[in-house]
């Protein structure tokens, strides 16, 4: 009896302690979800009381070719930047824990990271006299060795380099953290036998550090995917979505659908398939980790 009350308690206590994330998530993920839903199958502009509309939001998200350019777009920056920050934050972690002094590696892990910390909507106002055609001190360095100017923002084939410029800049910090976290965590002494083996820097990358850090290289994928499928800032800061809709990602589409149009209704659809997507590319990507990830240290 005594222990089936020891029992109940620690359970109770667990409860306790997973209670205010649960509030957390009925509030912020799962009440914002139940209400989409309802709100897809309406006529809502938020001043007039809803309208039942059935499936005509269906119909016109179909209908809606607007609608395709954006997940094109969005399509886009998926393949220009979850590459770029992957790779290239793998990189930046490998040269900061190499044998340097630790001042320095305290230095460059600062510097690396502090444009995360950094206001959005501030550092895109410089990035955007950096990127001016006819002012900007990207085309200045151009020109001061020889290229012609490039239309960073006014043309629809450039401006994705000026937003994954950008990206890269702001955002790149979180996949260097977390790379450099998961290369602390091998053990120095696995290097030290593999090059008592005769194993060369190449050997023990790809034999040694690439296995072991999988796991870590597995998070950077699933959240700089998610991260990049729903990139707003870097769009709308950057280019306001243009030349045109050139850059207008779906995530732009959805706001300005529910807050410039006042489509709540439509809207609140057309972020429901972005959150299936989501869903299925990161199920999917659970489901192939499988194959590729190790969590065992041999």
Do not use: C
């Not at 179909?62 to 790779?87: E, S």
């Not at 290239?88 to 630790?102: F, N, W």
């Not at 060369?200 to 034999?207: A, C, E, H, N």
């Not at 870097?234 to 045109?244: A, F, H, M, R």
């Amino acid at each position: 009896m005594m222990k089936m009350s020891r029992t109940m308690k620690d359970g109770f206590a667990g409860y306790l302690f997973l209670l205010p994330a649960l509030i957390l998530f009925l509030l912020f993920i799962a009440e914002p979800l139940i209400v989409s839903v309802f709100l897809s199958f309406t006529e809502y502009n938020v001043i007039t009381p809803y309208r039942w509309i059935g499936l005509d939001n269906v119909r016109q998200f179909f209908h809606d070719a607007r609608l395709g350019l954006m997940y094109g777009n969005t399509f886009k920056y998926v393949l220009i930047l979850v590459p770029l920050h992957m790779v290239l934050g793998l990189l930046l972690a490998l040269g900061v824990t190499r044998k340097i002094s630790k001042r320095w590696k305290y230095f460059y892990r600062t510097a690396f990271y502090f444009p995360v910390l950094v206001t959005s909507a501030a550092v895109a106002v410089a990035w955007s006299f950096l990127f001016d055609s006819d002012f900007g001190v990207l085309n200045y360095l151009l020109g001061q060795l020889g290229f012609d100017r490039v239309p960073w923002l006014q043309s629809p084939r450039w401006v994705y380099a000026a937003v994954a410029l950008y990206s890269f800049w702001k955002f790149v910090g979180n996949a260097f953290l977390y790379y450099v976290i998961g290369l602390q965590n091998i053990p120095e002494t696995l290097y030290e036998a593999a090059e008592i083996d005769g194993a060369g820097p190449l050997q023990s990358f790809f034999r040694l550090t690439l296995p072991l850090l999988s796991p870590t290289i597995f998070f950077v994928l699933v959240t700089t995917l998610i991260g990049a499928t729903q990139i707003f800032d870097e769009p709308y800061l950057i280019t306001g979505g243009g030349p045109g809709d050139a850059s207008r990602s779906v995530n732009m589409y959805i706001y300005e659908v529910a807050f410039q149009s006042h489509e709540m209704g439509y809207a609140s659809l057309v972020s429901l398939s972005l959150f299936l997507i989501i869903l299925l590319v990161t199920v999917l990507q659970f489901r192939l980790s499988r194959t590729w990830v190790s969590y065992h240290q041999e």
